[in-house]
């Protein structure tokens, strides 16, 4: 059975750093998502079994998506954050499968 797993969120300033990771236990073609309070859950990048990888518009080349296929885990590395990256960030399988979901990793981004 699949299983999901988010770390890495937490409190930061704008301008800051943070890098979230996913361990899963099969490989899939990965992806991030977010949902911010009030918002639809929406995808933020994804990286195939290969490692080519795609971003939503928003992300405007601050975040990267990777992984270690050794470790089965996928990460994000999200730089120059700002205010309106604040949202609860998910990995899933590309497309999602709703079984996957887990309770996600928060991001707060605050002065």
């Known amino acids: 059975q699949v299983q999901l797993m988010e770390s890495g969120g937490g409190l930061v300033q704008p301008g800051g750093s943070l890098r979230l990771s996913c361990a899963s236990s099969?490989?899939?073609?990965m992806a991030w998502y977010r949902q911010a309070p009030g918002k639809e859950r929406e995808l933020v990048a994804s990286?195939?079994?290969?490692?080519?990888?795609n971003y939503a518009d928003f992300v405007e080349g601050r975040f990267t998506v990777s992984k270690n296929t050794d470790k089965n885990t996928m990460f994000l590395q999200m730089n120059s954050l700002k205010l309106e990256d604040t949202a609860v960030y998910y990995c899933?399988?590309?497309?999602?499968?709703?079984?996957?979901w887990g309770q996600g990793t928060q991001v707060t981004v605050s002065a």
């Open positions: 899933n399988a590309f497309p999602a499968v709703e079984t996957l």
């Open positions: 990286i195939t079994s290969v490692g080519v990888t």
């Open positions: 099969k490989i899939y073609t």
